[in-house]
């Protein structure tokens, strides 16, 4: 089959390498749709540890597919089946995991991290995965792009089930990005009254009002004066950083209302993580400051269930489809921020 492996920072090489084989307890699936994330293009530009060109990866971790072998010991799944597949696993028997958060386990693990991923033609889906229900079968109308997206769709869910949103709430969303346009529809279907987004890329904005033309756009260097202005100086009840800023933390800070609620969603570089921030506006303004990191199954199973109930259009984010034999162009265009989301994709 046909493989994108990583070796070394910013080294990935397309290569023919032999299908998985799988264990009595495991599962092969063919993969159909994958997305390019953050997290991707983080990983390619940093390394992981232990990988090496003794040692390669295949990355991808939003992965959607049909079933094309099932181990003998699996009673769950059939051949055929159409699947998403939530990437992380823990270790079983941790507290967080006992509690269905595996996502947050000390010794978690995931497809396309530690484990091999869907920027190839098959993955195989180890035995714990399958144990712990990480496979979902699809409902034959609910389409492989929409069902690899909906694990960054999950993150934002686990973001909101932290940092709720009511009905009337004004939202600020700051990012524009997938993750931020997805933080705006999952907010006004949680009946928002306002949902403004900012991101310094007016090339991004317009792609938010593509998506939803009552988002209020904002660009950055605005942001501050127009965010005062709109809310009569109180701020936003909502706010969430979904890119990887600093300042965007400290100005979340400032523009939310009193009794208000923040989400820091989008993680920093490790050069820039020790933030100053106005801890007496969080004091006098009683805000609640929240951060949240990936998803649990459960959080996968929901989001899966808004998609396909109708209640989200998250295939309209994607904006750009390639073949894995173009994986490099697939990258250049994820990393351009000139579309929203770049996805793999195999007829």
């Known amino acids: 089959m046909l493989a994108a492996q990583m070796t070394g920072i910013r080294k990935i090489e397309l290569r023919d390498v032999p299908v998985p084989d799988i264990g009595e307890d495991e599962l092969l699936v063919k993969v159909k749709s994958v997305g390019i994330c953050g997290t991707d ?17 295949v990355l991808g971790h939003e992965i959607s597919g049909v ?19 939530a990437p992380n696993m823990g270790c079983g028997v941790c507290r967080h995991c006992g509690r269905g958060d595996a996502h947050l386990c000390a010794n978690y693990r995931a ?7 869907g920027f190839a033609e098959y993955v195989r889906v180890p035995a714990a995965a399958v144990r712990s229900g990480n496979v979902f079968v699809l409902p034959d109308h609910v389409g492989f792009d929409a069902a690899a ?3 960054p769709l999950s993150c934002v869910y686990n973001g909101l089930q932290l940092c709720p949103v009511a009905v009337g709430d ?47 756009t904002i660009e950055a260097e605005a942001l501050r004066e127009t965010i005062l202005d709109l809310t009569n100086g109180e701020g936003v009840d909502v706010a ?21 609620r923040i989400n820091f969603f989008g993680g920093l570089p490790k050069d820039r993580q020790i933030v100053p921030i106005n801890t007496n506006a969080v004091h006098y303004k009683q805000i609640l400051l929240t951060g949240s990191t990936k998803a649990n199954n459960e959080h996968f199973r929901s989001t899966l269930r808004m998609i396909s109930a109708g209640l989200l259009d998250v295939g309209s984010l994607v904006t750009s489809r390639y073949p894995l034999s173009r994986f490099e162009e697939a990258l250049e265009n994820a990393s351009s921020g000139s579309g929203m989301k770049t996805v793999v994709a195999f007829e």
Not at 111 to 117: A, R, S, T
Not at 170 to 188: E, F, H, T
Not at 246 to 254: H, I, S
């Open 170 to 216: 004004d939202v600020l969303i700051i990012g524009a990005g997938p993750i931020g346009i997805m933080y705006a529809m999952m907010a006004k279907l949680s009946g928002a009254a306002r949902v403004f987004v900012a991101n310094r890329s007016k090339g991004r904005l317009d792609w938010a009002k593509r998506i939803d033309g009552s988002f209020v």
């Open 240 to 260: 969430v950083t979904a890119n990887p800023s600093p300042e965007a933390q400290q100005l979340a800070v400032e523009l939310t209302a009193m009794n208000g």
């Open 41 to 57: 293009l983080r990983i390619i530009g940093n390394g992981l540890p232990g990988m090496d060109e003794d040692h390669p990866r």
């Open 149 to 151: 997206i909906n694990e």
């Open 111 to 117: 497809l396309g991290v530690q484990l091999d991923g």
């Open 67 to 85: 079933v094309a072998a099932v181990g003998r010991r699996v009673d769950a799944y059939r051949e055929g089946q159409r699947v998403a597949i």
